[in-house]
């Protein structure tokens, strides 16, 4: 399994998972921000659960935007997620909601706004669809999905991302999620197919277009492009944004980008963000800080520092400066390395290397006195045993006949 992102562990030790039951049924989800701002509720496609969602997280509760990311329990039907969904929210004492969708999560965000017009005050939707039919066209066995072992469901989700190589933040989020499937369990897995398979298309909306962000990737994805092209043509009046790439989980291969997006659609419908009322440290802080401790995931990091760049120029009027991005890393590493530096003693090179060399040539004539003295004795020890002169005699003819060496001062 591929190490988690420096930033995806920093999220995990910050942002508590809560669990809520409706009914026999349990809600898992991260609900992190002011409670005094409109929430925005993410809904994660086939293959993601929330945690996909923790760039998004990070980032706009930074920005003073409440921010929920919920998994739903199993369940068999669209109406039953509908009505297990507005308990949720119910139970959260949430009356008006703004939704951001991906993939089947986009097709679910539409359908709770058509059976519950009231309730959702806009859209975000992201490679998504109005209708299931041709999934289930394309999969005839749908009927026997209850009976499906896990690994065979895990198995034809996995098919349906595509192989070979990927630029490295694709491949990264891939990689993500890919670990993310493997937390869910076969009834997660079977319910998820049945809400993909069971035939159901989307009505009018009385949610006018003004209200809704199209937000789609211009290269490969797993909703054909004939699907995205008529969820453009039922919605003509809503916001389009184009990512040039991302894959099929742009919310974590282009985050800065669908952050700032996000940001801007709050902004667009009203909700403005508060970070007056976020209390303690910066999460910019810390989380800038924790990934720079974390090798893998450098590149999210200067990302992430664009994507403020980014927006401070967009509503300015300016284009961004190329170099803005590294310039923080750059003046922190600078103010680190001179913090780390106060209390070093200077020592200059040359100064330095006298130091070590005379610390070794000390060590060496110590050593060969030591060699020395050993080797006198084991010389006086010999003869003692082949002659028959006395001891001290030996001595005597040893030290006048040169055998003797000469001891190295010390330097």
């Known amino acids: 399994m591929a190490t988690a992102p420096g930033d995806y562990l920093h999220f995990k030790w910050h942002v508590p998972l809560h669990r809520i039951s409706i009914g026999v049924r349990q809600w898992r989800y991260y609900d992190y921000g002011p409670k005094e701002v409109p929430p925005l509720v993410c809904l994660s496609c086939m293959a993601g659960t929330a945690d996909v969602f923790y760039k998004q997280i990070l980032f706009l509760s930074m920005k003073g935007y409440r921010v929920i990311a919920a998994d739903a ?5 669209h109406q039953e997620w509908v009505n297990s969904f507005e308990r949720f929210l119910d139970s959260m004492d949430i009356h008006h909601v703004h939704l951001y969708g991906t993939s089947l999560g986009g097709f679910l965000a539409q359908l709770f706004t058509q059976y519950r017009p009231r309730r959702v005050k806009s859209l975000v939707l992201s490679n998504t669809f109005l209708e299931t039919r041709p999934f289930a066209d394309a999969m005839p066995w749908s009927s026997l999905i209850n009976w499906t072992p896990g690994f065979m469901l895990k198995r034809y989700i996995l098919t349906g991302i595509q192989d070979g190589p990927h630029e490295p933040f694709i491949a990264d989020s891939v990689d993500f999620v890919v670990n993310q499937i493997e937390t869910l369990s076969r009834e997660d897995l079977a319910s998820r197919f049945t809400l993909n398979t069971t035939i159901a298309s989307i009505g009018r909306l009385l949610l006018p277009d003004s209200a809704i962000t199209v937000m789609d990737t ?10 995205k092209d008529q969820l453009g043509e039922r919605y003509p009046g809503a ?43 910066s999460w910019r802080d810390d989380a800038w800080n924790s990934e720079r ?12 520092k664009n994507t403020e760049n980014s927006f401070s120029h967009l509503e300015n009027g300016t284009p961004p400066s190329e170099s803005a991005g590294s310039s923080f890393s750059l003046d922190e590493q600078i103010s680190s390395s001179a913090s780390k530096s106060v209390n070093a003693p200077t020592v200059a090179p040359e100064q330095n290397l006298k130091i070590n060399s005379s610390g070794a040539l000390i060590e060496f004539s110590t050593f060969l006195v030591l060699l020395t003295v050993v080797t006198e004795f084991s010389a006086i020890v010999l003869l003692s045993l ?11 003819v040893i030290l006048h006949s040169g055998l003797s060496t000469k001891i190295v001062p010390h330097l």
């Open 73 to 77: 329990p199993p369940v068999w039907s």
């Open 218 to 227: 211009n290269d490969y994805c797993a909703i054909p492009q004939i699907l």
């Open 239 to 281: 916001r389009r944004a184009f990512l040039k790439t991302g894959g099929d989980f742009p919310f974590l291969s282009r985050a800065d980008e669908v952050n700032l997006h996000l940001q801007l659609h709050l902004r667009r419908v009203g909700v403005e963000g508060r970070p007056d009322l976020i209390k303690g440290s």
């Open 293 to 304: 401790r974390n090798d893998d995931t450098e590149n999210d990091s200067d990302s992430w």
């Open 386 to 396: 082949i002659s028959l002169l006395p001891f001290h005699v030996l001595v005597q």
